[in-house]
């Protein structure tokens, strides 16, 4: 008997509902979706891959996970506060009609609606009322204050460390083959290499991926995450990245330029040295010829005097 613990990457099966209503809002299951009107064209489905306790998952199901046995099939309800939050009177706001129709928009009941704040954040709500001139929007979340109910499977527990993080990269990278990325994993560190995909992905949403598989894996427990290529180089530019290798290769091309001139330079002075050499060597045999003769010459001149 195999339980979940917090901490484990596990893949999950659950279709979640709203309890006052029967309504689904959310399933891992393509044919619930279908059934139920929420399919996605390009989503992805068939049980998902998480870390437990990580926060991949609602915090209320996330601790509920904790326990469950593997293969097993449970229903579990989950208060709002530890779904999608309680109510809050102060997040429904009055606005004038006028404030909608300087840009454009006709409001009506029910109507979504994204209002930036002044202080640059941006705010999802939903027009409740329009009367009088005025427009009341509800910016809670649409499922705030309700009840839901989870109907969860643990299809798998995975041990393999390897796979715990092709698992991670599932999770944050669906469209990438986890199994074409160079994984290398140590007691405390993991090496991630993406280049035999990095084509295959657009660079921006390869960039989001580590920056939040770096959080998962330290979740998993490991101190250094390395990727290949890093954040920072699939944010440059290319036009930048081409330039920067241009003058690269520029630098070693003067660098090799520079170094044949030093090495014809050094032979030139080698060769003027060896002449310079052979002249010295010439002159002293020649200076050493001139002792030789003067020396015989001496030597008859003795021998003619002394006849």
Known sequence: MTKVEKGDVIRLRYTGKIKETGEIFDTTEEEVAKKAGIYKENGVYGPVPIAVGAGHVIKGLDE?????????????????????????????????????????????????????????????????????????????????????????????????????????????????????????????????????????????ILALGEILLESDLKFLGYEEVTFKPSVEELLTPQEEKESEEEAEETGEEKKAENEEKIEESEGETKEEVNEEEAQEALEEGKSEETEGEKSEEDEAENRAEKE
């Not at 999608?84 to 409001?107: A, S």
Request: neutral net charge; without cysteine.
């Open 64 to 204: 509920a996970l904790e326990g469950l046995e593997v293969g097993k099939k449970y229903e579990i309800e989950i208060p709002p506060e530890k779904g999608f939050g309680k109510r809050d009177r102060k997040l429904i706001k009055t606005f004038t009609l006028g404030q909608f129709r300087r840009q454009g928009i006709i409001p009506f009941p029910g109507m979504p609606v994204e209002i930036e704040t002044e202080s640059g954040k941006k705010l999802k709500g939903r027009v409740l009322t329009v009367s009088g001139g005025r427009v009341r929007v509800d910016f809670n979340h649409p499922y705030a204050g309700r009840h839901l109910i989870y109907e969860v499977e643990v299809v798998e527990k995975i041990e393999d460390p390897i796979e715990k993080v092709k698992a991670m990269i599932e999770l944050r990278l669906p469209r990438v083959d986890a199994n074409k990325v160079i994984i290398e994993v140590g007691e405390k560190d993991v090496v991630v290499d993406f280049t035999p995909v990095k084509d295959e992905v657009d660079r921006g």
